[in-house]
């Protein structure tokens, strides 16, 4: 039963063949199977989950069933849930228990979800293989001594091993797809604005976004229904309506013209996973699709020194506000507000979040601001330019999802600039605050490979399409990891 999609849940639910305290007492019991070796929950919340499936039943036994009611879910760790613990997997929020629920919980809630967890991750979502997490590393199901990738770890990672049925993720510069393309499963980073922000502890709050973690696209276009919108309480949350997200999936490409940006099969890829994409890549051409396999897009190589200034300065501000007075953890030494605020945040912050706050406060001080923030920002404008001069020509963009297949626990964590090159294919992305998904797209010697589709802003529907379309006709999706 912990196998089944959100779409065949839903199915058996209202046919009454499947209960939602029995889904949910499925996917407790795989928790607590295989939890002792992937480490993706923080927090279960088996007694609310229990409360909500009882209740979830009772609505749909009155026939009042929506797509998602009933269905257990996992909440990435920095996600406001009210009177649940929010850690952000920090020692700063280890305590930190929100008086509100995020605008995403909420609108999960009102659907009748089910609540099983929170999923660890990188801290603060700095990171990208959850060893950063100040609690411990979450191990990715298809090979247990490799990362899920990250930040996002916990909850790609509970989704591949079958623990949940889907998961909410955040991405800022590839959180959300990164760890999708690492675990085989499908995740989708919306157009900035396109889903709140309201309760997500922001990180680096231009380029932050809240996703689905799914096990296939039409999962991910039912949350998709569930989580976009107008939210009044996110003041870049973009006003437009939405549409039914399940609606576009076709399998037919015929007309959708597909640009492959070489920039993205960067030097240093591994060569299994350039040429996984590229068979993937004629798969799409086969469906129909018009592929034009020589683009460019020249300034995707400022991509990753634009991100590490812009989500450092964004980082540092933000995470200003942990001053061990208003809420957190909180150091009593000193003799000074100064040093209690010090030894508050040298305790409760971890080494990369330090190292951010370094960065960030540097490109922004006085001397420094016009050379590295405002240089990065206008830097930031001409990517965001040419990608849309791309779209004129296409619908889509196709690159594979990271460079490489998932690597061992232990390997990247002393080169912080060896971590940041995992996410060279995604940041650009989010720079640009444009849509783009993750799905399956193949395996090299067991470890999945990621494909990432692109689109420009607000077109999450030509996304799901391409994606759902190339889904039906390769089967990657249905390979289950075998823990
Ligand atoms: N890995 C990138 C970073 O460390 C992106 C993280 C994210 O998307 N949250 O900043």
């Not at 350039?274 to 897009?297: H, P, Y």
Request: charged share 20%; glycine share 8%; net charge negative.
């Amino acid at each position: 039963m912990n196998q089944l999609t959100i779409h065949e849940a839903h199915q058996l639910l209202k046919a009454k063949q499947l209960s939602s305290v029995e889904l949910t007492k499925a996917c407790l019991e795989r928790i607590h199977q295989v939890e002792p070796e992937v480490h993706a929950f923080v927090t279960i919340t088996e007694e609310l989950a229990l409360k909500q499936a009882q209740r979830a039943d009772e609505l749909i036994a009155k026939g009042d069933a929506n797509p998602l009611s009933g269905i257990p879910v996992l909440i990435k760790d920095n996600m406001c849930t009210k009177g649940i613990r929010t850690t952000c997997s920090s020692k700063m929020l280890e305590n930190f228990v929100p008086p509100y629920d995020a605008t995403v919980v909420e609108r999960l809630n009102n659907c009748g979800a089910v609540m099983i967890g929170k999923a660890n991750m990188d801290e603060f979502a700095m990171g990208s293989s959850t060893e950063n997490s100040a609690l411990f590393t979450t191990h990715n199901p298809w090979d247990l001594s490799r990362v899920p990738g990250g930040s996002s770890g916990g909850s790609a990672a509970a989704v591949a091993a079958g623990e949940t049925i889907y998961a909410l993720g955040s991405d800022t510069g590839g959180s959300i797809r990164q760890p999708a393309g690492f675990c085989s499963v499908t995740g989708l980073k919306p157009t900035y604005g396109r889903v709140s922000r309201y309760g997500l502890v922001a990180f680096a709050s231009s380029l932050d976004q809240i996703g689905p973690l799914t096990k296939d696209v039409t999962d991910c276009a039912l949350v998709m229904n569930a989580i976009a919108g107008y939210d009044r309480r996110d003041s870049t949350s973009a006003p437009y309506p939405i549409p039914d997200f399940t609606q576009c999936l076709t399998t037919d490409l015929k007309g959708l013209r597909i640009g492959v940006p070489k920039e993205y099969f960067v030097e240093g890829m591994q060569a299994e996973v350039a040429t996984a994409i590229r068979a993937a890549i004629n798969k799409l051409e086969e469906l129909g699709a018009t592929v034009d396999w020589e683009v460019s897009l020249p300034h995707t190589r400022y991509a990753l020194a634009v991100y590490y200034i812009i989500a450092p300065s964004e980082a540092s501000a933000n995470l200003a506000r942990y001053d061990g007075v208003k809420y957190g953890f909180s150091s009593q030494e000193g003799d000074t507000m100064w040093e209690a605020m010090e030894k508050t945040r040298q305790y409760g912050f971890g080494p990369e979040v330090k190292r951010r706050i370094m960065l960030g406060t540097y490109a922004l001080s006085a001397g420094y601001y016009d050379a590295y923030y405002l240089k990065a920002q206008k830097v930031r404008t001409i990517i965001r330019q040419e990608f849309d001069q791309a779209f004129e020509k296409f619908d889509a963009l196709v690159t594979p999802t990271s460079p490489t297949v998932p690597f061992e626990i232990g390997e990247k964590v002393a080169d912080p600039l060896q971590m940041y090159l995992s996410d060279v294919c995604t940041l650009p992305i989010n720079i640009a605050g444009l849509p783009a998904i993750s799905i399956p797209a193949g395996f090299a010697d067991g470890l999945p490979i990621g494909m990432q589709i692109i689109g420009k802003p607000f077109s999450e529907e030509t996304l799901l399409k391409t994606a759902y379309a190339y889904e039906q006709a390769t089967e990657w999706y249905k390979r289950k990891p075998k823990i």
